[in-house]
């Protein structure tokens, strides 16, 4: 099973400022299989980056993706006051036909 | 616009069964994707529960040891879930989930609480 660690678990900035967010893998995940998703208090998730990179339909450009292997990125840019929120990597095992999380990012107002 | 609702009993006591459904509307189940269920527990982070390819197959997350089962009924456009022998330890937000090809998943529903106690 394929373990994704998330880091930092909290990440405190002000409006404006860069978030990057990490999400590594215990092994090898292939790009196309993974994803990223926003959560708010009370909200489902959502989704916002699939394929390491493509963003959502209706996710402003700020939000980036990158990364291949073990290691991928989440980059928001000039974060906004509704960008303040908990942040998910997703895998899915083409092989293992499983899907595993990340703990998850808390991106919160410094 | 695809919308999944959650429904079922929002309490439930130890060792009994847990059983929840998803109903989809503005698109038919049948016609692809496939479809999961993922749970929340309080203060916790996502835990994914089980998945099943829109012809009927299913996959499960071992963790779970066989407790989970996920079906579908194609006559309603939902499926379901089963967790059986449940402990406070299922205790939980539960949502069910539209899963593209490439294992995003792209469409959720609201989430439904369901606490084990007795």
């Known amino acids: 099973e394929i373990v994704l660690t998330q880091s930092p678990g909290t990440l405190s900035l002000s409006p404006g400022e860069r978030a990057t967010l990490s999400c590594r893998a215990s092994q090898s995940v292939s790009s196309s299989y993974l994803a990223w998703y926003q959560q708010k208090p009370g909200q489902a998730p959502r989704l916002l980056i699939y394929g390491a990179s493509s963003r959502a339909t209706g996710i402003p450009d700020r939000f980036s993706g990158s990364g291949s292997g073990t290691d991928f990125t989440l980059t928001i840019n000039r974060l906004e006051p509704e960008d303040f929120a908990v942040y998910y990597c997703q895998q899915h095992g083409s092989s293992s036909l499983s899907w595993t999380f990340g703990q998850g990012t808390k991106v919160e107002i410094k | 616009q695809v919308q999944l609702q959650e429904s079922g009993p929002r309490l439930v006591k130890p060792s009994e069964t847990l059983s929840l459904t998803c109903a989809v509307s503005r698109y038919s189940i049948s016609s692809g994707y496939y479809w999961a269920w993922i749970r929340q527990p309080p203060g916790k982070g996502l835990e994914w529960i089980a998945s099943?390819?829109?012809?009927?197959?299913?996959y499960n997350n071992p963790s779970l040891k066989s407790r989970a089962t996920i079906s579908v009924d194609t006559s309603k456009n939902q499926f379901s879930l089963k967790l059986s022998s449940v402990t406070a330890a299922d205790t939980a937000v539960y949502y069910c989930?539209?899963?593209?090809?490439?294992?995003?998943?792209?469409?959720w529903g609201k989430g439904t609480a369901v606490t084990v106690s007795s």
């Open positions: 989930a539209r899963v593209a090809g490439s294992g995003y998943m792209d469409v």
């Open positions: 099943m390819y829109h012809s009927g197959a299913t």
